[in-house]
């Protein structure tokens, strides 16, 4: 991404990525920028680049009135290049929640999210099980999974993209707002790709001790520990974690009637 203030800018930068290239409004004030006109795509010469810079600064100035202050809605554009891929068009997402704090969002993006408002929600921190709990949630996860001929996206590595959004959720407590739409997600190695994004932060007169907390601590890795057995065995204690539920399982399908009894119900007593 390359800003430009002037025509000129703006086709020095589409020259130095290689057209063809997308033109976004570039502006402090406006955050969501297909509603105001302010997205050019698929533009092949420096004379489409210089039509589509008006346009996008007619159009913005058509909309919206002066801000107080002195400032400006229009500052120039970004430059990007133009991305042709045969994928989906996905939304990852955080807002905050009165009562839980962090609410994390996935699901189907684009200009129509507001539209099919195909999404699931969830706490964060994730990890790689809730991820994928999160997106079996939506009605997309589907195709994702491969469709009339259609190849499966890499869904372990949207898995781990899942994590680390929340991981920056989590750490980063002065965002207020954030979501990557669309996500382009397409099959193959490299399949994932952020087109577009935003982040509104808290204000600066938000003290810190005031910044929303989580609604799910992190995890207590405090009490994982080593042992050695008599036997001479090392081994990890730790808390369970959401991805042992299949070990659970295994666990349990080992077990006599008798002792799975005395594990759950014996108390109720």
Same mark, same amino acid.
């Given at each position: ?19 063809? @290239? ?9 955050? %969501?920028?297909?509603? @105001? +006109? $302010? @997205? ?25 009135? =002066?801000?107080? /202050? +002195? &400032?400006?809605?229009?500052? $120039? ?9 045969? &994928?989906?068009?996905?939304?990852? /997402? ?6 839980? +704090? ?10 129509? #999210? ?26 997309? !996860?589907?195709?994702?999974? /491969? ?22 959720? #989590? ?16 099959? $193959?190695?490299? $399949? ?30 405090? !009490? ?7 036997? &001479? ?5 730790? =808390? ?11 666990? %349990? ?10 594990? !759950?119900? %014996? !108390?109720?007593?």
């Amino acid at each position: 991404t390359r800003i430009a203030a002037s025509e000129d800018e703006a086709v020095q930068c589409a020259a130095a990525i290689g057209y063809p @290239v997308v033109l976004k409004l570039h502006s402090h004030t406006i955050t %969501h920028k297909t509603d @105001v +006109g $302010g @997205v050019q795509l698929n533009l092949a010469d420096a004379e489409a680049v210089r039509r589509a810079y008006r346009a996008i600064e007619s159009a913005v100035t058509a909309v919206r009135e =002066p801000p107080a /202050g +002195g &400032g400006k809605h229009f500052l $120039g554009v970004a430059v990007q290049a133009m991305v042709k891929l045969d &994928g989906y068009e996905l939304i990852v /997402g955080s807002s905050i929640d009165a009562q839980f +704090g962090p609410v994390l969002l996935f699901g189907a993006g684009g200009q129509l #999210v507001e539209v099919f408002r195909d999404r699931a929600l969830s706490l964060p921190p994730l990890n790689t099980t809730l991820a994928r709990r999160m997106m079996e949630q939506t009605t997309i !996860y589907k195709a994702l999974q /491969g469709v009339r001929g259609r190849a499966s996206i890499d869904l372990a590595a949207l898995e781990r993209l899942l994590v680390q959004f929340s991981q920056l959720v #989590v750490e980063q407590r002065w965002i207020k707002e954030i979501d990557i739409n669309p996500l382009l997600a397409a099959p $193959g190695a490299g $399949g994932l790709i952020a087109l577009d994004a935003r982040i509104v932060l808290h204000g600066p007169d938000m003290a810190e001790d005031q910044l929303p907390r989580l609604a799910i601590r992190p995890y207590p890795a405090q !009490y994982a520990s080593e042992w050695t057995s008599k036997a &001479g065995v090392a081994v990890v204690i730790r =808390p369970i974690r959401p991805e042992d539920e299949p070990l659970m399982v295994q666990f %349990h399908a080992t077990l006599s009637e008798e002792s799975v009894y005395m594990r !759950y119900f %014996h !108390y109720l007593h």
